[in-house]
């Protein structure tokens, strides 16, 4: 187990040439986002996603989120994307929007329980972006126990994983602690399932119809609850809804199950 203090240049350095090469070894790495701490994983390797579950303690019912290093990664792993997407996109992201979309069906990758969907989001953290640009999408949620607050710092994380985790990359408190706000597009009208960073007229001023939704969304909370992880965010982990019909958005990612719960948020 190694932690990297990412405030020091050489040691960001070092650190991320160490995360990616746990990461490829299928190794976890956990890292900074700009909402709460994430606990990754290459997402195209199965065990490296089943040892992340393993390591918070939750099943293949609540799926990590996916985060990427550019917007345009999104038509790479999902299919059917709205044109109203692609304009949240392109004002939230890098940010803390995790959109629940439909998974290219392609993909050579096993999240969990997905249903054939993907939560995706694109944080907005100078050292969790120059990890992903070299290792490409990452399965991350929340760096928590489940059921427990999502980590703000890399010292709760390791708190929590010891060395179960090989790599941490300590950028100092985690953006604003609060998980990103989870927007499902999978189904005929846009549904935001967790309200987080991001409100709702905020949304609504880039897809009007989100005005018009009157669901009950679950609000983002420090630990698992109703729509996804903290993290996703892709997944808080919070919140999380445990249907396993998407994807989790989890908060380093915040959770939503989609299994629900960002992406980090």
Same mark, same amino acid.
């Not at 792993?77 to 959109?99: S, Y």
């Not at 059921?147 to 179960?164: H, I, L, M, N, R």
């Not at 549904?191 to 679950?218: F, K, M």
């Not at 609000?219 to 903290?230: I, M, R, T």
């Given at each position: ?9 050489? !040691?960001? &350095?070092?650190?991320?040439?160490? %995360?990616?090469?746990?990461? #490829? ?9 700009? *909402? ?20 918070? #303690? ?14 345009? *990664? ?61 290792? #490409? ?14 980590? *703000? ?27 990103? *706000?989870?927007?499902?597009?999978? %189904? ?23 005005? !018009?939704? !009157? ?19 892709? %997944?808080?982990?919070?919140?999380? &809804? ?17 299994? !629900? #719960?960002?992406?980090?948020?």
């Amino acid at each position: 187990m190694s932690v990297y203090d990412c405030q020091n240049p050489e !040691e960001r &350095s070092a650190g991320l040439d160490e %995360a990616v090469n746990a990461l #490829g070894r299928g190794a976890l790495a956990v890292i900074p986002t700009d *909402t709460v701490y994430g606990i990754a994983a290459d997402a195209f390797d199965p065990r490296a996603v089943a040892a992340l579950l393993a390591t918070k #303690g939750r099943g293949r019912q609540m799926p990590p989120p996916v985060l990427v290093g550019s917007p345009e *990664t999104l038509d790479g792993l999902a299919t059917e994307v709205p044109g109203v997407v692609r304009d949240l996109v392109k004002a939230f992201w890098p940010g803390p929007l995790t959109i629940i979309c439909l998974a290219q069906p392609s993909l050579a990758w096993d999240l969990g329980d997905t249903d054939g969907t993907v939560a995706l989001r694109m944080p907005a953290d100078e050292t969790a972006l120059a990890l992903l640009r070299r290792t #490409g999408p990452l399965a991350v949620s929340s760096a928590n126990l489940s059921g427990q607050p999502s980590a *703000t710092t890399a010292a709760q994380a390791v708190a929590y994983f010891g060395d179960k985790v090989a790599v941490y990359l300590d950028a100092g408190h985690a953006g604003g602690g609060v998980a990103s *706000t989870i927007v499902d597009a999978t %189904a005929e009208r846009l549904t935001i399932l967790r309200q987080g960073a991001l409100s709702r007229a905020e949304l609504a001023a880039v897809a009007p119809e989100l005005a !018009e939704d !009157e669901a009950a969304e679950q609000p983002a909370a420090d630990g698992e609850a109703a729509s996804g992880d903290g993290v996703g965010g892709s %997944a808080a982990e919070p919140a999380a &809804s445990e249907s396993a019909s998407r994807p989790a958005a989890d908060d380093a990612a915040a959770e939503v199950p989609t299994g !629900e #719960g960002d992406a980090p948020r």
